[in-house]
């Protein structure tokens, strides 16, 4: 029985590959940024980062919301001190001279500036964000890959000295 060949010992034995190949898309971070682009938040879902979805429109949302309210109130100022200069008093703003409502003109104008900028700031901030986190996903950061913070004593003059170690478990 021992020199008998059975049909499982002719075959032929195929070692699997061990190592995982991942396919490297270059082009997925150009995606990303594109549907960052398109509509604010996109990118985000396209890397399957949903919880930054809610903050992109949170920052975007709230410089929107100090822009339209600055916009409103420089209006209301610029307004009144027209009135006040066709010769009328009966504004919402009678008991403020003119140099107040020029003061409250450019107070209200320039917080609607800084509105304007916020709002492109974090638009732009949503791009590279997306572009950003799309290319990093492509790196290898399993567990068999570690740096660790390591604190050990120095043989010469036995004070400790801090270090990262570099370890790699196969």
């Not at 008998?4 to 150009?30: C, F, H, Q, R």
């Amino acid at each position: 029985m021992a020199q008998k060949t059975s049909k499982t010992e002719t075959e032929e034995v195929v070692a699997k590959d061990t190592v995982k190949s991942i396919d490297i898309d270059p082009l997925t971070p150009a995606k990303a940024a594109f549907y960052s682009a398109v509509l604010p938040g996109l990118g985000q879902a396209y890397n399957k980062k949903y919880w930054k979805i809610p903050l992109v429109y949170g920052a975007i949302g709230t410089s929107l919301y100090f822009y339209l309210d600055s916009n409103k109130k420089y209006h209301q100022f610029r307004d009144a001190y027209k009135r006040r200069l066709e010769g009328y008093t009966d504004d919402e703003f009678s008991f403020l001279d003119n140099s107040r409502l020029i003061a409250g003109q450019k107070f209200y104008q320039r917080n609607r500036d800084f509105s304007t900028l916020f709002i492109v700031g974090f638009y732009v901030l949503n791009i590279i964000d997306a572009n950003v986190d799309a290319a990093l996903m492509q790196f290898n950061v399993d567990d068999k890959l570690s740096i660790k913070p390591t604190l050990y004593q120095n043989n010469l003059n036995f004070k400790p000295n801090v270090g990262l170690s570099l370890n790699y478990n196969f």
